[in-house]
């Protein structure tokens, strides 16, 4: 029978934990102790002699985190971890990074008035090389930094196919090929689709087959609460790929085991706080995209590798006419290098604004719309492109290292040859 570790505090008294350890083994083993801190109601003796006072042996330790660690490693038949604990030891905050642990371990985290689990990780089977690019949230640069993976990987042959989530993803996974066009994206929204959807985004900038799922809802520790991803999976396997990368949606965690997983940190609260750390944990590459100073030294805490800081550069993905008049349209208010464009919108997720940037652009007489490939981009971007007689440029978003930071490239391609 399957048992359980639970954690403990100084701020309760001796005898109060010993009765509640005895009720919890009376439900089920408890299999080790871990002393999380606070010394308001202890003898100086007590943590001298734990087992008399508290009826079993109790792991002490300088870092809870660590400890839990070792004394799952050296213990079998765990399956959940019980917080007996309170602040001001263990407050909202440190519950969560504790938590963190605990279901990187694999472990369920039961607390007073609430239970979390891993998210469900299947089998991929698949024999090639296989990744995951998740995200700390939404507009992290997920989908920048898996077509980029993706393109490199092509340019070495790997063969790569893309698996992509989204909430916009179809009801039935659809497979996008990389001749993929602006006619096949207009027809996609003239039939009521979402012909912006990150799959086919992957599509036509990577230029790499990409299959795109649909998943709704999103727990805190990255599961959704539907997600046809399996049957994607299914698809892919059935293209015969060389290499496999499954692109995150938002915060949620691609719900198949990989070979190794990339994590797109998009800020300091999206990493840190709630379950952030669990993200950064199950990471073998930390692609950071926030700007935020100071933030390297909090995510090493975290990381199990590299920490890569970049900046996310907008590019034509095809060159732009000399002379042309641009109108660009974006998410965001950067601008690509050596491009001086007559109408600069970034309002391609506010459609209200939009539509006035897009007025602004036909009254310009603009003769290119550079956009991203995302949100509005379609359905509303290109079709005021084609009213006004424009030509579309889609523009991505390449992530580069910042100066100083390793090469992202490299980090990239190690992780792929590692699983050749």
């Given at each position: 029978m399957s048992g359980v570790i639970a954690l403990i505090d100084g701020e309760h008294h001796p005898a109060a934990v010993r009765d509640a350890l005895e009720r919890l083994a009376q439900r089920t083993p408890v299999r080790g102790v871990v002393f999380c801190g606070g010394e308001e109601k202890l003898a100086p003796d007590v943590l001298e002699d734990a087992e008399r006072h508290y009826g079993m042996a109790v792991?002490?330790?300088?870092?809870?985190?660590?400890?839990?660690?070792?004394?799952?490693?050296?213990?079998?038949?765990?399956?959940?971890?019980?917080?007996?604990?309170?602040?001001?030891?263990?407050?909202?905050?440190?519950?969560?990074?504790?938590?963190?642990?605990?279901?990187?371990?694999g472990l369920r985290y039961v607390a007073a008035d609430m239970e979390l689990r891993p998210p469900p990780q299947e089998p991929l089977d698949f024999d090639g090389p296989s990744f995951a690019v998740i995200g700390t949230g939404k507009r992290t640069g997920k989908t920048a930094v898996c077509g980029h993976w993706a393109a490199l990987l092509r340019e070495h042959g790997a063969r790569p196919l893309i698996v992509s989530m989204g909430r916009g993803g179809p009801a039935e996974p659809q497979v996008a090929q990389p001749d993929t066009a602006l006619r096949d994206l207009l027809a996609i929204a003239r039939a009521g689709g979402h012909a912006a959807s990150d799959y086919l985004e992957d599509a036509v900038l990577a230029r790499v087959p990409t299959i795109g799922c649909r998943r709704v809802g999103g727990g805190l520790a990255g599961a959704s609460v539907e997600t046809n991803v399996a049957a994607g999976i299914a698809l892919a396997r059935a293209l015969e790929p060389g290499t496999i990368l499954i692109e995150g949606s938002g915060a949620v965690i691609p719900p198949v085991a990989v070979g190794a997983t990339v994590c797109v940190v998009g800020s300091r609260a999206g990493a840190l706080e709630q379950l952030g750390p669990y993200r950064l944990l199950r990471a073998d590459l930390l692609v950071v995209?926030?700007?935020?100073?100071?933030?390297?030294?909090?995510?090493?805490?975290?990381?199990?590798?590299?920490?890569?800081?970049?900046?996310?550069?907008?590019?034509?993905?095809?060159?732009?006419?000399a002379g042309a008049r641009v109108a660009c349209f974006s998410t965001s208010a950067a601008l690509p290098a050596g491009i001086d464009p007559i109408v600069a919108s970034p309002h391609l997720a506010r459609r209200?604004?939009?539509?006035?940037?897009?007025?602004?652009?036909?009254?310009?007489?603009?003769?290119?719309?550079?956009?991203?490939?995302?949100a509005a981009a379609i359905d509303t971007v290109a079709e005021a492109a084609e009213r006004a007689g424009a030509r579309i440029v889609f523009l991505r978003n390449r992530p580069r290292a910042r100066a100083g930071e390793p090469d992202l490239d490299a980090a990239l391609l190690k992780l792929y040859n590692a699983q050749r």
């Open positions: 792991a002490v330790g300088d870092d809870p985190h660590a400890t839990l660690r070792a004394l799952a490693a050296r213990l079998a038949d765990v399956d959940a971890v019980v917080d007996l604990a309170d602040e001001p030891i263990l407050d909202a905050a440190a519950k969560l990074e504790l938590a963190s642990v605990a279901l990187d371990l995209t926030a700007a935020h100073e100071g933030i390297g030294a909090e995510l090493e805490r975290w990381a199990r590798g590299p920490v890569i800081h970049v900046v996310l550069e907008p590019e034509p993905a095809e060159p732009i006419p209200g604004p939009l539509a006035d940037d897009l007025a602004r652009a036909a009254g310009e007489r603009c003769d290119v719309y550079l956009t991203e490939l995302k």
